[in-house]
């Protein structure tokens, strides 16, 4: 069973920053792109940032500067590194695992950033 589980969301004041983590569990973690997506109110789901497994890293225009995302294969995580937080930052926010050949796809469940004064 394919698990992916975030931690890290919170409420956060402009210019703040905050790490998100995800971690996975059944699937061969090497092999699978990694990747951070966001949803605001009212809104699709974006893109933030993706990181291979060879660790090559691609960003929204909206976040690069100021958003990190890393990968530990030995530990099966991901993490997003936020800094210079935005109030248009909030999101809910989810970790999505992407085999990079046969299209399987999965998610965890997300979690709540909020940017707020």
């Known amino acids: 069973q394919v698990q992916l589980v975030e931690s890290g969301g919170g409420l956060v004041q402009p210019g703040g920053s905050l790490r998100l983590s995800c971690a996975a569990s059944g699937i061969i973690f090497t092999i699978y792109t990694m990747a951070w997506y966001r949803q605001a109110p009212g809104k699709q789901r974006e893109l933030v940032a993706t990181?291979?497994?060879?660790?090559?890293?691609n960003y929204a225009d909206s976040v690069k500067g100021r958003f990190t995302i890393s990968r530990d294969n030995a530990k099966n995580t991901v993490s997003l590194q936020m800094n210079s937080l935005k109030p248009e930052d909030t999101a809910v926010y989810y970790c999505?695992?992407?085999?990079?050949?046969?299209?399987?796809?999965?998610w965890g469940q997300g979690t709540q950033v909020t940017v707020s004064s």
């Open positions: 999505n695992a992407a085999h990079p050949r046969f299209g399987y796809n999965y």
């Open positions: 990181i291979i497994s060879g660790g090559t890293r």
